[in-house]
Nanobody, 120 residues
C-alpha cells in the first residue's frame, strides 16, 4: 500500500526558511520521479517541483525557482524540499507525490499534506 507522509510545515515569518520531508512506504522511491505540489486557500493544486528517480535532474515552477530546492535520499525512502526566502504567497498546504513510472510530469499518489503559513 503506497503511503506518503509529509512533515515539517509550520508558521514562519517572511524571509524565513522551512524544510519539508516526505516519508514514503509501500514502494521504493528510487524507481520513481517524485514531486511537490501546493494548494493555497481558495486556489487549485499547483505543481512546485520535481526530481528524477536518480536525482540527476530537477525542475521548478518559476514562482519558486532560486528559492526552493528539492532533494531525495533513496536509502531513507524520503523526499525533501528546502524552502528559503519564503513569501506570504507561499502560504499553502504542501503535498508530496509519486510519479507514474517513466514519467516526471504525471503523478498517481499524493500525501495528506502539511500546512505552511508565511506571516509576520
Amino acid at each position: 500500500q503506497v503511503q506518503l507522509v509529509e512533515s515539517g510545515g509550520g508558521l514562519v515569518q517572511p524571509g524565513g526558511s522551512l524544510k519539508l520531508s516526505c516519508k514514503a512506504s509501500g514502494f521504493s522511491i528510487h524507481n520513481y520521479a517524485m514531486g511537490w505540489f501546493r494548494q493555497a486557500p481558495g486556489k487549485g493544486l499547483e505543481w512546485v517541483s520535481s526530481i528524477y528517480s536518480d536525482g540527476t535532474n530537477t525542475y521548478y515552477a518559476d514562482s519558486v525557482k532560486g528559492r526552493f530546492t528539492i532533494s531525495r535520499d533513496n536509502a531513507k525512502n524520503t523526499l525533501y524540499q528546502q524552502m528559503n526566502s519564503l513569501k506570504s504567497e507561499d502560504t499553502a498546504v504542501y503535498y508530496c507525490a509519486k510519479s507514474l513510472r517513466g514519467s516526471w510530469s504525471k503523478y498517481d499518489y499524493w500525501g495528506q499534506g502539511t500546512q505552511v503559513t508565511v506571516s509576520s
